[in-house]
């Protein structure tokens, strides 16, 4: 019955993830991608070699099945055949769909060029494609610092975690230098089961004490989810 009510708690939560600079992904229960925010996010998209006779209400109808259109601005001075248009919508996700739809498409009888107002020093447009992003967290568990009293039991000690499985898992383990100190050498032994004991870490040569690091996870049931 708990578990089961753990389990209908989860359902519906989502969280945000960074995966570079201002990029950020939300992602939602079985890891579905619900949102992608490139930070590069605009409601404008400016259309290019659109013939200069083009009305703005023939760029709204073009742009309408993509979004509400709420600004359609053309050049005050036409001294061209073709014009650069700019356009607001009410959403960016409709610009974005629209800059991907309409670019080097057949419009009002010509070839028209379809771009968010992205600019660099390097590139004066950007083009996103399909790719994999691997969002990498901590899987739930815990740490420990055990202290021993010579270098070679403490050697010993991180040669158990190097060879042997704890529980189904190898544990990473490495000499600490400052605090804790918790004994004449200081070992560090990262993920270990949520429901490890001072009495299991014997297991690594026997340690002369036991000292915990601050759980990754608070809610170690829902950790387990």
């Known amino acids: 019955m708990a578990n089961s009510t753990l389990q209908e708690t989860m359902e519906g939560r989502t969280w945000t993830v960074k995966v570079h600079d201002h990029a950020r992904v939300k992602l939602g229960p079985g ?3 619900q949102e992608l925010q490139t930070g590069f996010e605009t409601p ?8 200069g006779h083009v009305r703005d209400e023939e760029i709204t109808e073009l742009l309408k099945p993509f979004g509400k259109v709420v600004d359609v601005k053309l050049p005050a001075y036409i001294g061209n055949p073709t014009i650069l248009v700019r356009a607001r919508f009410e ?3 409709s610009a974005r769909d629209a800059s991907t739809v309409l670019h080097n498409a057949q419009a009002f009888g010509v070839m028209i060029t379809a771009r968010l107002p992205m600019h660099t020093a390097s590139l004066s447009n950007a083009v996103f ?11 739930p568990s815990r740490t420990a610092y055990c202290g021993y009293s010579t270098m070679k ?7 158990v975690a190097r060879d042997k499985a704890f529980r189904d898992r190898y544990i990473h383990a490495s000499v600490h230098v400052g605090l804790p100190v918790v004994g004449v050498v200081t070992i560090r032994f990262r993920g270990l089961p949520l429901d490890v004991t001072k009495e299991d870490m014997a297991w690594f ?3 002369d004490d036991v000292v915990w690091a601050r759980p990754n996870y608070k809610d170690f049931d829902l950790a387990r989810i």
Not at 44 to 51: A, D, E, K, S, T
Not at 129 to 134: E, G, L, M, P
Not at 153 to 159: I, K, N, S, Y
């Open 31 to 33: 890891f579905d991608i």
């Open 44 to 51: 404008w998209i400016y259309l290019g070699n659109v013939p």
């Open 91 to 93: 959403m960016p996700e």
């Open 129 to 139: 494609k399909d790719a994999s992003v691997r969002i990498r967290w901590e899987a």
């Open 153 to 159: 039991l403490a050697e010993a000690g991180m040669q």
């Open 205 to 207: 040569a026997k340690p």
